[in-house]
């Protein structure tokens, strides 16, 4: 069991070194060929890269998922599993359009000034596939694209010998997408980022992905927009009491996604602590997917501190889930700034936000919690400025803007002021 | 005179192809090894790389400005500078007030959902130095992070034989900003990004620079968050009338930048575009700063095109600075989407963007108005979502959740739930 205490301020830099990151240059190096292999040789490398790494000999006319395997598609989806998704459609719609920013406008001394805010154009979506496809990340990649307007979306799946899961091509569906690439990896990101042949270049990429899918996006970024890099998910519990045992769940709910999954607990008595992971790592040995559970468990950590020096240790890990198991949640709120979400009470367990409660579930990982946001409509948004000018509050303003530009010695800034006044 | 005629759909291949980015190996490669080193031999490499570039002897005791290096440049900031300073000052905080984002929550069914609005805790502010050194950019990018309420501030700026503007120490100090080091470059970037001994690692870098800047900024992006990557500024003019030959001192404020500034002017009679093009090569010849609007002014490119496809057109180059001396400006805005700063009307020109209407002047360039949006409070700011469930909300969406749970064989994601009702 991993286990640290931290009782003073300087205790801090224990877990700063616990953190401390990997560098991954190994695949970084082949990330940067694929790139380069799609940017130069397009469409060629791209097929190449399908055959290799799915198993799927794609071609112009078979990487696009046809009309008869849409139909073969929704076929197989029950109703059981339409209502489900569609009662998620619906809640997770609702909060994304409750939040979609919209552009505004104020007046100052004459001046009309505001933000303009458009969608992009093309939005590139990644949704993983074969084993690890999960209908909640299509519905929570795709939707985001739709309310914020993208005029134009392309979804990217890996098809391990061309398969695609119907769920998948059932939620598409309903978004009238019909552009499902039969292409994973970073050798998606890149076709999306560049374009090739058959695949359209696109403003912005979003949706997760393994480790090669990160650092393409990491790489192609300037180039194109992209949601964020994404890492192993993680969550932390910060709890005060124990009685109910709930954190030993929702721990073990997030190591059962894989290996490397990261879990956190942070309490401020021994008892609860001991209580927690007793009971945490038993439910790992017999869980279903205990072969997982058994290993991301070994990564588990739990801390023992005092409530004044919680917030710090969330700001320093910056977890991507965060629920709060306390008495007084939102009295503790503002000791901390860095999270992705954060669950608060004893009945919101992350589950809920990771299926049906409405905000994305796609966050920041990886300590990037410090910088980064939630994916939203924002993602597929940009903001312009908007300036217009009457001539009096050119009047008003000129004298100072023709100092400024002759400060910095722009005298044609200056000029282009002079003929209008 | 670069040339084009765009009049079917077609003919926007003819811009696409004038458009098609350069790649910069090279550079990349250079700026790589810099960061490479910065991270392994922290301030050591630092303080080399300010003697190579900078001609600057750094060491940990003068890498920031002392306290007598603030007082002497106080004293040589003359009062018309201070009244110019602070009347843009103010306008500038009142716009980033204005549009600053807040925190909301919404009730669904019994739960309460929302995003929490908070800064990030530490910005880099970078900021260009020397001949290049504008105070306007140092306002623009202090205010979003000061008005986001970044808890530390940081400045990077070379510093040519060790000498800062005094401008720039005056607006830092109308800060209370204590942290200016004399830092430069690529090196700078890394120094924030990953920290040394004498620089603390930020989370968010913005501000403009050099390519070199630009690159590093790129680079480090996704362990850090950044602005945007910025390369030479643009302005384009869309304009059906030319009485007033406004356009051609607008294009020429923008090529007196520097030699790789782009001009774009889009009209839609043969007769304007080449009294506007006159009128713009002759101000080039005769300008004060000459040496450059010469070499810039072969740039500028003259389109002639319909009103039809103005749209596209702007939404393909998706200038930095749009401005728009139509009759009826209002109707064609909805026929495009792509542009960092949009400047409506006669009176509206760039100028005073750039210094006192109030929206920040730093803008995507290089086409990446398509999905990035203008520097602002947001740049400093993150959003995370809040999920807050009552027991009644959680019977509601349980079975709901605990069903998606099980599509995707996360067994411990619905047993969380199961515990709970």
């Not at 073990?252 to 956190?264: F, G, I, R």
Request: hydrophobic share 40%; glycine share 4%.
């Amino acid at each position: 069991m991993n286990y640290l205490e931290i009782k003073t301020h300087n205790d801090l830099d224990k877990l700063k070194l616990y953190l401390a990151k990997n560098q991954y240059d190994e695949q970084e190096n082949t990330v940067r060929k694929i790139i380069k292999d799609i940017r130069e040789k397009k469409d060629e490398a791209l097929f190449e890269y399908c055959h290799k790494f799915d198993n799927f000999k794609a071609n112009k006319d078979n990487i696009n998922v046809s009309n008869t395997e849409f139909e073969q598609a929704l076929s197989q989806v029950t109703l059981e599993q339409k209502e489900t998704i569609l009662y998620a459609k619906e809640k997770i719609e609702n909060f994304h359009r409750a939040f979609l920013p919209k552009s505004c406008i104020i007046e100052q001394n004459g001046a009309i000034l505001g933000t303009r805010v458009t969608s992009v154009k093309k939005a590139g979506l990644y949704i993983p596939g074969g084993k690890a496809f999960y209908p909640s990340t299509a519905l929570m990649t795709i939707i985001p694209a739709y309310v914020a307007g993208v005029d134009e979306i392309y979804i990217c799946t890996p098809a391990q010998n061309s398969y695609i899961n119907p769920l998948l091509l059932y939620i598409a569906k309903l978004y009238n997408i019909e552009n499902v690439f039969k292409v994973g990896g970073a050798q998606a990101i890149a076709a999306l980022a560049y374009g090739t042949q058959s695949i359209p270049k696109v403003d912005v990429i979003a949706g997760p992905g393994n480790i090669y899918v990160a650092f393409a996006k990491k790489l192609v970024y300037g180039d194109v927009g992209i949601d964020s890099v994404a890492g192993p998910s993680e969550v932390m519990v910060v709890s005060d009491n124990c009685e109910k045992l709930y954190a030993a769940y929702d721990l073990l709910s997030q190591a059962e996604h894989d290996a490397n999954a990261k879990v956190y607990y942070v309490g401020f008595n021994k008892e609860c602590i001991n209580k927690i992971s007793d009971k945490f790592f038993e439910l790992a040995k017999t869980a279903k997917r205990s072969e997982i559970t058994l290993k991301s468990s070994q990564n588990a950590l739990f801390i023992q501190t005092t409530r004044e020096l919680a917030g710090q240790i969330i700001d320093e890990i910056a977890p991507e889930h965060l629920e709060l198991q306390l008495n007084d949640p939102y009295s503790f709120m503002n000791s901390f700034k860095n999270a992705g979400a954060i669950f608060i009470g004893e009945y919101s367990c992350e589950t809920l936000g990771d299926y049906v409660a409405g905000p994305n579930h796609t966050l920041p990982t990886s300590q990037t919690a410090r910088f980064s946001s939630v994916l939203s409509t924002e993602t597929f948004l940009k903001k312009s400025s908007i300036i217009h000018y009457t001539h009096k509050a050119l009047q008003q303003d000129a004298p100072y803007a023709i100092k400024f530009a002759e400060y910095e010695g722009l005298f044609a800034h200056a000029e282009a002021l002079k003929v209008r006044l």
